[in-house]
């Protein structure tokens, strides 16, 4: 007898439903199924903390199931939590660590001590069972390096499509994560030039299937508010390549029993995904697989007797991040620019620099550390730790191009006009006369902001990858959908007697 758990958003409701499969010989296909849900309101979260419902309603349909024709305890489990006309919002069960709702408007809890998008993971030493959060470092595992990657996809607000198997619990909850993990805080938000609020927040639609192909279509009209993370069971909507911008293929559920370890591909929207999918999708950055490396080392020293993420959890990620760099499909070779950048950095120190690298990345490790670090955060669970990481790193990126912004916009008011000394103030030659015509002409478009300049250190500073193509895209895009500005990623360089050589 298997038992499922699957989330999906209906209209302005998220719903959870619990589905249950047993053999039974004497029904139609030789099974007995049945499944019993709940709609919550979307006024608080993304999911209303529908998980907290999750494991009651599996003891539900294993009830039902015996007896279809007796609702006694359907409807008994309805009058207990349904939305009153009177109420703002619906009750969940309480937690199991003596969460008093009392304490709380209509039983939820608002976390100060992270950011909005941390508002439903928990502080505490442990979650809540069936919390999303909690397959954070199977996340992990499953994707390594390639999880950055997808968080990168996700802060440009691009359709998100996961193909997977069933049972979808999985992927619902790597939806549920992505959302939160791809958030943007107010000040974050707040700082930015007429930030929408519709795209603060990737929006998740958890499951779907071909019944919500002409509702995808309509959110390709919509642009960035259109944006959305989902998971599927239907190859069908892979082979519909207008329907998202990124599609994650999840390995097969036989992959886990393979000697070799299978990684997701994560393949960009194109038409030739009509006839067949490429073998080998995006790939990491080199960055990545460091920044992946330093966090899992670094999560390895929290919460030694937590039951949720236990040594051993950990330890087979790392174990697993070790093959990562002999893994072309997953991480991006060094470019040529890269290497003769190390080399000349290399023989210009005498082989002074370990890794031939900038003072900048030297320090990766110590930036990447300061991105787990919060005083406001004791005691925190690796989950928190994670959602904390992605967080301030997404805080980093946005307010160093901000910066960035800045200093072009006020290198641009500093500027004065040229003007001959000898010109006198008063004279009217042809010349003069055509001078001033020609800087009007340049000035008549107020409205055209300058380019925008990223330089090696701002990617160091925003823990990328300033010689990878992809995150040059990303950040150029990046700041396109945000500021409305266009940008260009300029790399390290190196000069010998003046001129350039790289």
Partial sequence: MSKKISYFIHDEYAGLSAFINRPDQESDRAARMLAVGILVPLERGRIGRSWRHAEILKELARAQIDNVTNTAALEEYWDKYRLKPEERSSQTPRDPEGDDPSQRP???????????????????????????????????????????????????????????DAPVEFACNLVYNLSILSSIS????????????????????FTIGVMDIAKLEQEKAAGPNGSFIACTTDDVLASKPDLYDVLVLLPKS??????????????????????????????????DAHRLSHLLTTLRFLEHNDVTATDSDVSSVLSASSSYSLNKEVI?????????????????????????????????????????????????TREVAVVGFFQRMTATIFNTLASAIARVDGNEQDSERYRDEEEEEGSTSPVADTTQEENQALLADQSVKAEVEINHEDMIEMCLDSWSASDKKFVEELVQLWWLRKAVVRPASIECCGLRIL
């Fill in 106 to 164: 209509n039983g939820y809890t608002n976390s100060r001590s992270m950011s909005t998008g941390t508002t439903y993971i928990s502080t505490h030493h442990s979650l809540t069972p069936h919390h999303p959060a909690l397959t954070l470092m199977d996340s992990l595992k499953l994707f390594g390096p390639l999880m950055f990657p997808l968080y990168r996809a996700a802060l440009l607000r691009k359709r998100i499509l996961i193909v997977t």
């Fill in 186 to 205: 107010k000040p974050v938000l707040s700082a930015l030039p007429e930030a929408d609020i519709l795209i603060s927040r990737l929006r998740p639609l």
């Fill in 254 to 287: 036989e992959a886990h029993q393979a000697a070799t370890k299978a990684f997701p591909r994560i393949v960009l929207s194109s038409p030739e995904l009509t006839k067949a999918f490429p073998k080998a999708g995006i790939r990491a950055t080199q960055r």
């Fill in 332 to 380: 991006e070779p060094s470019s040529w620019s890269r290497v003769a950048y190390n080399s000349m950095i290399w023989w210009a120190s005498a082989g002074d620099r370990r890794t031939g690298f900038a003072e900048g990345e030297e320090s990766e490790s110590e930036r990447d550390q300061a991105l787990l670090h919060s005083p406001e955060e004791e005691n925190k």
